[in-house]
């Protein structure tokens, strides 16, 4: 059983699109996270949630919008997507001070 | 502003050589600090989490020191093996639901 799964692992896109990005854990961790990884390499996060409440939410555009139905699952909206959100994505999820698992990541390629 | 610094963008060594990578920070007091491996396409894997209280961390080849003074800890590889060749990711963490990357450092090591 995969702890982190995250589909799909590819999406290509038009400029303007809406789309979806799902994440689900079976780990029974309270925190999950959302990450983005750029060209270099850069791992930066984008959003956490704790039992289903938004605890941080960095300086992302408002045109990403995390939902979390339940404790298990982070999916993440993005709305008229443009050419600089080509990236991968990472979901992850931790349980206190613990590791953190990841995703196997969704390469977004915009275009 | 926080700042999460790793040394150079890749480091080269020979197969049985200890690797030394380093992790500075500012602007930061963290609680803990963990160390992830990251191999192309793949999501990053924890490695080891060192507290602010301890000095010295081990676990098998690998070795993590936490200095609060300096602001910096160091992640030791023994005996590398080519299979150790990947991208090394610090992350520090002050409350339980932040987890913040560093820039990263890719290791290669040549047999």
């Known amino acids: 059983d995969t702890a982190v799964s995250q589909t799909p692992k590819y999406l290509v896109t038009q400029m303007g699109n809406d789309k979806s990005i799902k994440c689900e854990q079976n780990?029974?961790?309270?925190?999950m996270y959302w990450y983005k990884q750029d060209s270099k390499k850069f791992l930066k996060i984008m959003f956490s949630y704790n039992n289903k409440e938004l605890i941080i939410n960095e300086t992302v555009p408002n045109r990403f919008s995390p939902k979390s139905p339940d404790k298990a699952h982070l999916n993440l909206h993005i709305n008229s997507l443009e050419l600089g959100d080509s990236a991968v994505y990472f979901c992850?999820?931790?349980?206190?001070?613990?590791?953190?698992?990841f995703g196997q990541g969704t390469r977004l390629t915009v275009v | 502003s926080q700042k999460i610094e790793q040394n150079s963008e890749a480091l080269n060594i020979q197969e049985g050589k200890t690797a030394t990578l380093t992790c500075n920070y500012t602007n930061y007091s963290p609680a803990y600090l963990q160390w992830y491996r990251q191999d192309p396409g793949r999501g990053p894997v924890f490695l080891l989490l060192?507290?602010?209280?301890?000095k010295e961390k081990r676990k098998e080849r690998l070795k993590v020191t936490f200095d609060t003074t300096l602001k910096q800890s160091l992640f030791h590889i023994t005996a590398s093996q080519p299979a150790d060749s990947a991208t090394y990711l610090c992350?520090?963490?002050?409350?339980?639901?932040?987890?913040?990357f560093g820039t990263g450092t890719r290791l290669q090591v040549f047999p």
């Open positions: 060192i507290r602010e209280n301890e």
């Open positions: 992850a999820s931790s349980q206190g001070d613990r590791a953190a698992f």
């Open positions: 992350a520090l963490v002050r409350n339980t639901d932040k987890l913040i």
């Open positions: 780990l029974g961790h309270d925190t």
